[in-house]
């Protein structure tokens, strides 16, 4: 009989301590909603350091995972859902996966399971808002970014090797004891005889170290070599605004004093031109449907292709194993958001969210609810009559806290016996989840293949035209719900 809750808690460095859930609570809490459902717990956890809930890469997290076959495991636990991801893609995939091995997945915050298909939808869009927040924390700092760099015209970020900051200035200048290796680099690479690696090996022969932002000395690498020879513009005395991998166009020149020879840099910088492959670098446009389009025929998925400057999902299967080829971009995004639109416009959506939430309610007012509910308004209405008492000064000062302190101790107990279903929240999450899907046609690109993703699992495709919109599992009841009362109602 499976028994074994896997039980997780991740630190999440905040800039108010006042924010900061410390793994200890979260443990207790975990521990006692574990005891509630008659579970035994095993422990997973990343403590030591800042571990970004954006991806799975964390080895507390990676070991839960790896336990996911396991017989006697009952489903994954932890305070909130933001500890376990904050990345709309990798939860719902998550999910999935939980759903393929019959796991329930259990949080204190929310206080929600999905042990039942509402509370898979409702996890769902909660986390989506969860990432909306973190995506808007992002931008917050993108605005401190940009005010520094356009307004202060400073480099933002952790001084780059070979330079320092000017305790006054805040600006960067050489670093005595590091800019000569950064120089004997410059001066290898333009020569055009060395490749990253070749070069990399010169610099640790001649005893150069790289000092990592720590400033620990360690051996030169590939990587290292790469990014110092990419802010070429920096180390010239520029500042670009934008990552200096991307080759980025607007660049504040002379934004401090250079850090190597101009002449020298400008010659670095023409000698990766000259090695980038491809020509003219191009703009990736974005495909509203990737990761979710695929051929209807033969299963493939569809990729977005720029031809002839017209945009189109092409088909990938080898030529001859299938008749479809490419559908054009905007019309095929058009039906799809008039097919979302519908879903939203046939009103049933809101009418399944009241009627599950009625059904919630029933079950909440059970007649053992209902005798302790009635308990707590009792013992409500002996505090009051016990406080009019006192004021009226008809009982000791002393009594009347002996006896009030007892009734609390009984209200106390009763309402630990109330189930904790918060089904206003539910509600509320499911109606701004209605919300995000009327409005998917005015958000950024990535806010509705983000909404897309919360609420698809797959699109197929045949002759240029939606054939079928394969839902989510939590997502599944809606679409069938909506289209069953549409064709009622035509």
Known sequence: MPSILLCY???????????????????????????????????????????????GDRPGWQNLHAQFGRPDVV??????????????????????????????????????????????????????IYQLESDF????????????QHTLKRHWGPAPFGTQRDPKTKNLIPDLETVPALRFLYEKFVTGAYTYDRVTSELNQAAFTFRDRNGNPRPWNRDDVRRCLAAWRLYRGDLPLGRQKDNPEEVLVG???????????????????????????????????????????????????????????????????CTQSWVDADTLEAELYERISWLVRSSSLVKII???????????????????????????????????LAVDGLIPKAEYIRRKTEIQNQLKELNSQLPHTNIDELE????????????????EPTEQHRILRNLLKSIEVRDSKIVKLIPRPWAALLFQKAQELEQTTV
């Open 428 to 443: 509320d999450a499911m109606h701004r989840a209605l919300e995000m899907i009327a409005d998917l046609q005015d958000m």
């Open 9 to 55: 808690r991740r630190r999440s460095v905040v800039r108010s301590a006042s924010d900061l859930v410390s793994p200890a609570r979260q443990r207790d809490a975990v521990e006692g909603l574990a005891r509630a459902h008659g579970y035994q717990t095993e422990w997973y956890e990343d403590l030591d350091i800042h571990n970004s809930a954006r991806n």
């Open 354 to 388: 009241e009627s599950e939430s009625d059904a919630l309610r029933r079950l909440d007012a059970s007649p053992e609810i209902a005798e302790i509910r009635e308990q707590i308004k009792e013992s409500n209405g002996r505090i009051t009559r016990l406080t009019d």
């Open 75 to 128: 489903g994954i636990a932890a305070w909130d859902l933001s500890r376990i991801y904050r990345n709309v893609k990798a939860f719902l995939e998550l999910v999935d996966e939980l759903e393929s091995y019959n796991l329930a997945l259990f949080t204190i915050k929310e206080n929600f399971d999905t042990s039942h298909a509402i509370g898979r939808a409702v996890v769902t869009i909660l986390m989506t």
């Open 255 to 321: 934004a401090h004093d250079p850090i190597l020879d101009p002449a020298l840099c400008d010659r670095v910088g023409d000698e990766l031109k000259k090695r980038r492959h491809g020509g003219t670098y191009n703009k990736r446009r974005f495909y509203l449907l990737g990761g979710l389009a695929h051929c209807a025929e033969c299963g493939h998925p569809l990729h977005g292709a720029y031809q002839s400057g017209v945009r189109r999902y092409r088909h990938t299967a080898t030529r001859g194993e």
């Open 137 to 148: 924390a992002s931008e917050r700092m993108s605005e401190n970014i940009y005010y520094k």
